[in-house]
């Protein structure tokens, strides 16, 4: 198997191993405020993007929805802390920031949470946030990047209604290799059993219908995936969990995703598709990947179950 790492890929997203320097000195002090003032005038559309280092002694920021707030620590490292620095407590892309809201309402109703690629817990946090009885499972397969989702899980209190697996989700007879520690400028939020660490810990691979009867008779689930282009894996091994619970799904779907197979498994227990775009969710008769979004809400709700829940559908 090939290192990821020392891929051509790999290479071009460290920027030949520059990108962690660069963006060590612009979290600095006084670099980091002339680079504020410098977008300020001459690009201030990147603002907006999120990607621009954050201070490094900035200890946390707050996040909010719709009223409610939660914290998420070392946005100098983790990706989705450094998106609400720069949007004053919101994703600054308006299609994230739906995703974060529409997961928001479908979780003030819900009682149990399937966080699936939770990276450093945004979805777990939102969820724990706005419903003060939801319980929530939450699942990263990186070392570095659990440690930050346990770290986070304490600095919001919600430990207690939070169990934390450093799991995958998928295939159970299979076993991934993540690094011990990795080496790139933030905190990676693309590792996925498809990429290649040879050298690393192995990581077990758990199936979602092995929670199916852990969860009480008449619950409301709601499940969040992002695992990177492995999501038929999840629901392949997830068939007996979705007819038992029928959950609301938000799942990433990728430009190479396997949109057929994926509506294959969905499609018996009568979901409907709603592609996430950047004002309100827009019906599908099919599942096809987008090339501009890549959030989709699956749901067995009615527009008018929807509309109640304060779900925007356009």
């Given amino acids: 198997m090939t290192d990821y790492r020392r891929s051509a890929a790999s290479r071009r997203q460290r920027w030949y191993g520059t990108k962690k320097h660069i963006k060590k000195v612009l979290g600095w002090r006084l670099p980091h405020v002339a680079m504020r003032a410098a977008v300020r005038v001459l690009a201030p559309q990147i603002r907006a993007t999120g990607r621009l280092p954050a ?3 900035l200890p946390e920021v707050v996040g909010r929805v719709d ?14 802390a450094k998106e609400l620095y720069w949007g004053g407590g919101r994703r600054p892309q308006p299609a994230d920031d739906l995703a974060v809201r529409v997961f928001a309402a479908a979780a003030r109703q819900a009682t149990t949470l399937f966080d699936i690629g939770a990276y450093t817990g945004l979805f777990t946090l939102v969820g724990t946030a ?5 319980r929530a499972h939450a699942f990263e397969i990186v070392p570095d990047v659990y440690q930050a989702l346990v770290d ?3 600095r919001n209190r919600v430990l207690h209604r939070v169990t934390l697996h450093h799991t995958g989700v998928g295939d159970p007879a299979a076993t991934v290799m993540m690094p011990a520690r990795t080496a790139d400028s933030a905190l990676p939020c693309f590792y996925s059993s498809r990429l290649g660490f040879p050298d690393g810990v192995p990581v077990e691979i758990v199936a979602l219908d092995t929670f199916t009867d852990q969860i009480p008779p008449n619950s409301s689930v ?3 995936v992002d695992v990177e282009g492995t999501e038929t894996a999840v629901f392949e091994h997830g068939q007996k969990f979705l007819a038992a619970h029928r959950p609301d799904i938000l799942c990433e779907v990728l430009a190479d995703a396997d949109t057929e197979r994926l509506a294959d498994l969905l499609d018996p227990h009568g979901y409907r598709y709603h592609l996430v775009g950047e004002q309100a969710l827009a019906p599908a008769s099919r599942l096809v990947a987008h090339p501009r979004f890549r959030d989709w809400f699956f749901t067995t709700r009615s527009p008018a179950e929807l509309a109640a829940l304060g779900i925007p559908v356009g």
């Fill in 67 to 80: 009223g409610v707030e939660y914290v998420m620590r070392d946005p100098a490292r983790c990706v989705i």
């Fill in 222 to 224: 709601l499940l969040k």
């Fill in 152 to 154: 986070n899980c304490v």
């Fill in 130 to 134: 706005v419903n003060p009885t939801l």
């Fill in 55 to 57: 201070p490094a002694a």
